[in-house]
């Protein structure tokens, strides 16, 4: 009757039933398993239910969970509970291929230009790895793909896209605050012993890897709940593209930027340098930049003493820094090392997922040259192919989510001609879930033409 449909009356008490025999089902397995093994049929069935009942919500949180998952999963084998890596698997991967289909057969999906380059690029590395490479290997570095394609699948209305910015933006400013805990209070002693208990690769000689210091810098770089400050760098650019897109709260941007600072990797300082001026040229809001540009510069002046940067940024800028030498040398001797092997020589012997310092072989610490070295030119062009179609795609959408999309893609594109980003699957979600976002919305004709100009005006004279 007026359009609506009856739920039936047995519904409720089924439930209830459902409910109370898994309760009980539980409670007997407890007797003769692990009381963990026994909740897990439960856990798994309320994480289906919630992801096939609330699938927007379901996605929302598994990519608030992201940047705190490391942290999470490790302090959990620290204490030694049981079963953490199945649960970090169900707290991502299984979850992400869930929504993906749910999403797909919710909303459909019609394949286009960057879909097509993407595919073509992970085709060949996979013929690739199967002829003598290693499918962890490939798993690690095209991690990026299932955000990528759940972003492709998702359809988002006005407020929940800008929830979901607002809430990354304000996640990682939390995690800026409390990482200065471990700066400043808690020094470097509790990182390396979790990772020294936990045999991650994160140590050198009983101490932190190089990453977590600097020619110079005598001090700790911030990663807070990541996995490392390159990561969290990475994570800091991407929330400060997401707040100039969607936030006009000096505050939350003060907290990020702060963070960004006391990563000290100049990857991710470069990629947000090239990111925010751009958008601020496209979104009309030059005046907004360089008063922002202004205080941005002030606070990394006075960060100068506080975090002891005078030595660190006088052998980066006379060339004396053995990292910036190890990345130039690094970028020139993997491209002559691709044309040397246009074919590849497969991912296992190079990739950090499977190697380690230690290992004998050659490392590249650069994406682009690293993937036409491990799978060939031919992976590394279409990877690059993917990466231009899609930012002409979303370049073309006149509003906020198409904009955060250039932004992310030309500060990710920065950050991995240095380093190796998409390694992190934590941070390749939160950098190609947007991206796929957008250009479904460009698809779909949402926010595009005045409609997008309109929305832009205002945020500019907000």
Same mark, same amino acid.
């Given at each position: 009757?007026?359009?609506?449909?009856?739920?039936?009356?047995?519904?409720?008490?089924?439930?209830?039933?459902?409910?109370?025999?898994?309760?009980?089902?539980?409670?007997?397995?407890?007797?003769?398993?692990?009381?963990?093994?026994?909740?897990?049929?439960?856990?798994?069935?309320? &994480? &289906?239910?919630?992801?096939?009942?609330?699938?927007?919500?379901?996605?929302?949180?598994?990519?608030?969970?992201?940047?705190?998952?490391? @942290?999470?999963?490790?302090?959990?084998?620290?204490?030694?509970? *049981?079963?953490?890596?199945?649960?970090?698997?169900?707290?991502?991967?299984?979850?992400?291929?869930?929504? @993906?289909?749910?999403?797909?057969?919710?909303?459909?999906?019609?394949?286009?230009? *960057?879909?097509?380059?993407?595919?073509?690029?992970?085709?060949?590395?996979?013929?690739?790895?199967?002829?003598?490479?290693?499918?962890?290997?490939?798993?690690?570095?095209?991690?990026?793909?299932?955000?990528?394609?759940?972003?492709?699948?998702?359809?988002?209305?006005?407020?929940?896209?800008?929830?979901?910015?607002?809430?990354?933006?304000?996640?990682?400013?939390?995690?800026?605050?409390?990482?200065?805990?471990?700066?400043?209070?808690?020094?470097?002693?509790?990182?390396?012993?979790?990772?020294?208990?936990?045999?991650?690769?994160?140590?050198?000689?009983?101490?932190?890897?190089?990453?977590?210091?600097?020619?110079?810098?005598?001090?700790?770089?911030?990663?807070?709940?990541?996995?490392?400050?390159?990561?969290?760098?990475?994570?800091?650019?991407?929330?400060?593209?997401?707040?100039?897109?969607?936030?006009?709260?000096?505050?939350?941007?003060?907290?990020?930027?702060?963070?960004?600072?006391? /990563?000290?990797?100049?990857?991710?300082?470069?990629?947000?340098?090239?990111?925010?001026?751009?958008?601020?040229?496209?979104?009309?809001?030059?005046?907004?930049?360089?008063?922002?540009?202004?205080?941005?510069?002030?606070?990394?002046?006075? /960060?100068?003493?506080?975090?002891?940067?005078?030595?660190?940024?006088?052998?980066?800028?006379?060339?004396?820094?053995?990292?910036?030498?190890?990345?130039?040398?690094?970028?020139?001797?993997?491209?002559?090392?691709?044309?040397?092997?246009?074919?590849?020589?497969?991912?296992?012997?190079? /990739?950090?997922?499977?190697?380690?310092?230690?290992?004998?072989?050659?490392?590249?610490?650069?994406?682009?040259?690293?993937?036409?070295?491990?799978?060939?030119?031919?992976?590394?062009?279409?990877?690059?192919?993917?990466?231009?179609?899609? &930012?002409?795609?979303?370049?073309?959408?006149?509003?906020?989510?198409?904009?955060?999309?250039?932004?992310?893609?030309?500060?990710?594109?920065?950050?991995?001609?240095?380093?190796? *980003?998409?390694?992190?699957?934590?941070?390749?979600?939160?950098?190609?879930?947007?991206?796929? &976002?957008?250009?479904? /919305?460009?698809?779909?004709?949402?926010?595009?033409?005045?409609?997008?100009?309109?929305?832009?005006?205002?945020?500019?004279?907000?």
């Amino acid at each position: 009757m007026n359009g609506q449909v009856l739920e039936n009356p047995m519904m409720s008490p089924f439930r209830a039933s459902c409910v109370v025999f898994v309760l009980i089902l539980a409670a007997a397995l407890s007797i003769f398993v692990s009381p963990v093994l026994a909740l897990a049929p439960l856990v798994a069935g309320v &994480l &289906l239910w919630a992801i096939f009942r609330h699938p927007t919500a379901a996605l929302g949180a598994v990519l608030a969970f992201m940047p705190f998952d490391f @942290m999470a999963i490790a302090l959990g084998k620290f204490f030694g509970l *049981p079963h953490m890596t199945l649960v970090s698997v169900c707290s991502k991967e299984v979850p992400l291929l869930l929504l @993906m289909a749910l999403l797909w057969r919710r909303n459909g999906f019609k394949p286009t230009a *960057p879909d097509w380059w993407l595919l073509g690029c992970l085709l060949l590395a996979c013929v690739r790895t199967l002829l003598d490479g290693s499918l962890v290997a490939l798993w690690t570095d095209f991690s990026f793909v299932v955000p990528y394609f759940v972003g492709r699948m998702a359809v988002l209305t006005q407020a929940q896209e800008h929830l979901w910015a607002r809430c990354a933006v304000w996640i990682v400013a939390v995690l800026s605050m409390l990482g200065l805990l471990e700066v400043f209070v808690f020094g470097e002693g509790p990182r390396t012993l979790l990772y020294l208990v936990l045999d991650t690769g994160g140590t050198e000689d009983g101490v932190l890897i190089a990453s977590f210091h600097g020619q110079g810098f005598t001090g700790l770089r911030e990663a807070a709940t990541m996995v490392g400050p390159n990561s969290f760098g990475a994570l800091c650019m991407i929330a400060l593209i997401l707040w100039w897109v969607y936030c006009r709260n000096p505050l939350p941007a003060g907290m990020v930027a702060t963070g960004l600072i006391c /990563s000290v990797t100049r990857a991710d300082w470069l990629g947000t340098a090239a990111a925010i001026p751009l958008l601020a040229v496209i979104m009309g809001q030059r005046k907004r930049f360089f008063l922002y540009a202004t205080l941005a510069l002030a606070m990394f002046v006075a /960060s100068i003493p506080v975090l002891g940067l005078s030595d660190y940024l006088f052998f980066a800028k006379t060339g004396e820094d053995p990292s910036a030498e190890y990345h130039q040398e690094g970028i020139v001797n993997g491209l002559k090392y691709a044309a040397d092997h246009p074919f590849g020589v497969s991912n296992a012997n190079l /990739s950090p997922a499977t190697t380690t310092r230690d290992s004998k072989g050659t490392f590249f610490e650069t994406t682009y040259p690293y993937f036409a070295a491990a799978y060939g030119a031919a992976v590394a062009l279409s990877f690059v192919g993917f990466l231009l179609r899609a &930012l002409r795609f979303v370049w073309r959408k006149q509003g906020r989510l198409g904009f955060a999309a250039v932004g992310i893609l030309v500060g990710i594109g920065v950050v991995m001609i240095f380093t190796l *980003p998409l390694t992190d699957r934590r941070l390749a979600s939160w950098a190609f879930f947007p991206v796929g &976002l957008a250009i479904r /919305s460009c698809l779909n004709g949402s926010n595009s033409g005045e409609g997008g100009r309109r929305e832009v005006s205002e945020v500019g004279a907000a």
